[in-house]
Antibody, heavy 120, light 108 residues
């Protein structure tokens, strides 16, 4: 079955950057997109952005616009999300999820999440 | 921005009972509405898309309905593994990934 495997937990200082990876397997990577969703401790789900695995064309949430870059590498079937100038309110579990390949829609396969902690 | 509002925040139902969760959109989203289940310590799981279509391997006791601005998720014959937090998400309007705040379904 389709699977997404994410990189391990990260501890960063305010102002630093973090880059999370999400490796896909058991499906044709370029036929879909990848969305990123985060969840702060004890809070609900927040959509961060989406990227087409074949065309790029990322869409970002306004809250992180200017600080986030999403990319994909079809040679390794891996998606990446880099978040810069980290703040304490970026502390969250970040999930990657398989989405539609043309436009952000619903997410049918999820990674287990990557915990990012921002603390001085 | 389309704001998704879920009610109630918490609902208590007995094993074997039926739960009805609501989700309201601040503007029409057509039928571009998904429901997710999240158990403690786990990633979300897609249950329903297109307002009423069950995702792969989702039991028939989960059903979704509604269109426009009002949606429901009904879970019948509740089993222990169904007690979790449920989120709705619209994907019709920008920003397309907006989620509701969640409804916690707990055992009565």
């Amino acid at each position: 079955q389709a699977q997404l495997v994410q990189s391990g937990p990260e501890l960063k200082k305010p102002g630093a950057s973090v880059k999370i990876s999400c490796k896909a397997s058991n499906y044709t990577f370029t036929k879909f997109g990848i969305s990123w969703v985060r969840q702060a401790p004890g809070q609900g789900l927040e959509w961060v952005g989406w990227i087409s695995a074949s065309q790029g064309n990322p869409n970002y949430a306004q809250k992180v616009q200017g600080r986030v870059t999403m990319t994909t590498d079809s040679s390794t079937d891996t998606a990446y999300m880099e978040l810069r100038n980290l703040r304490s309110d970026d502390t969250a579990v970040y999930y990657c999820a398989r989405d539609d390949g043309q436009i952000s829609a619903y997410m049918d396969v999820w990674g287990k999440g990557t915990a990012v902690t921002v603390s001085s | 921005e389309t704001v998704m509002t879920q009610s109630p925040a918490t609902v208590s139902v007995s094993l074997g009972g039926k739960a009805t969760l609501s989700c309201r959109a601040s503007q029409s989203v057509g039928i571009n509405l998904a429901w997710y289940q999240q158990r403690p310590g786990q990633a979300p799981r897609l249950l329903i898309y297109g307002a009423s279509a069950r995702a792969t391997d989702v039991p028939a006791r989960f059903s979704g309905g509604g269109s426009g601005t009002e949606f429901t998720l009904t879970i019948s014959s509740l089993q222990s593994e169904d007690f979790a937090v449920y989120y709705c998400q619209q994907y019709n309007n920008w920003p397309r990934g907006s989620f509701g705040q969640g409804t916690k379904l707990q055992i009565k």
